[in-house]
């Protein structure tokens, strides 16, 4: 005599299931994801505490400026607000849309290094030329 197991049992046990495997990959996309974070925020952090005087651009160190320190910070503290966001709860979605801002935050501070390089060579490359006049 085979004993019936009804499918609603079934459904029950495969949903507790997949729910309990959700858990343990969020938790550890969320370990991951905190660790990473934390590297950028230190990182930042020591760019705006100027324990780093220059950034290489293009193989070149470039002097670290005071503005460029401060684009540092803000990236520093908006990356603090994205771990603590992670650590009060998970959303996928959220954190995506953090990271973009993050993101594009980092491109602006990697601009204005590139920049001031840009402007740097371009003074250079004047004072070496004899002046016509």
Same mark, same amino acid.
């Given at each position: ?32 994801? @905190?660790?990473? !974070? &934390? *590297?950028?925020?230190?990182? =930042? ?53 953090? @990271?973009?801002? !993050? &993101? *594009?935050?980092?491109?602006? =501070? ?24």
């Amino acid at each position: 005599m085979r004993a019936r197991v009804s499918h609603k049992i079934m459904i029950e046990r495969r949903i507790t299931k997949l729910r309990n495997k959700v858990k343990v990959d969020t938790q550890r996309i969320r370990v991951f994801t @905190l660790e990473n !974070l &934390q *590297e950028i925020f230190n990182l =930042a952090a020591s760019l705006a505490r100027g324990e780093f005087k220059t950034q290489n651009v293009d193989g070149k160190p470039v002097k670290v400026t005071m503005g460029q320190r401060q684009k540092w910070a803000r990236i520093a503290a908006y990356t603090a607000q994205v771990i603590n966001g992670i650590a009060e709860g998970f959303d996928a979605h959220q954190i995506d849309v953090d @990271l973009v801002k !993050l &993101q *594009e935050m980092i491109d602006e =501070a990697k601009a204005k290094t590139e920049d001031a390089a840009a402007g740097k060579g371009a003074a250079e490359a004047g004072a070496s030329q004899p002046s016509q006049g």
